[in-house]
């Protein structure tokens, strides 16, 4: 059993075998890339680790928003 709950079953899966193009995001701004790090500042610019949690969080949910 995958799930404690009941009715939230597991169904084995694979991957399918349809060619798809390449995703493409024209709306980044940034540099291609499949990977990217964000950083918080530095140097007199630390936040408590409460606040990077939030900025951490609020730029994630951002860039899910932005992919949508």
């Known amino acids: 059993r ?3 709950l009941d ?3 597991y169904y084995a ?3 399918g075998t349809r060619v798809r193009a390449p ?3 024209d709306t980044d701004p940034g ?3 499949d990977f990217r790090i964000w950083t918080l ?3 007199d610019a630390t936040l408590l680790k409460r606040d990077a949690q939030a900025q951490a969080a609020q ?3 951002a860039e899910i928003a ?3």
């Open 13 to 15: 899966v694979r991957a």
């Open 23 to 25: 995703f493409v995001d």
């Open 59 to 61: 730029a994630c949910a």
């Open 41 to 43: 500042p530095g140097g």
């Open 7 to 9: 009715g939230l079953d």
């Open 31 to 33: 540099p291609a890339g």
């Open 2 to 4: 995958a799930f404690v």
């Open 66 to 68: 932005r992919l949508m």
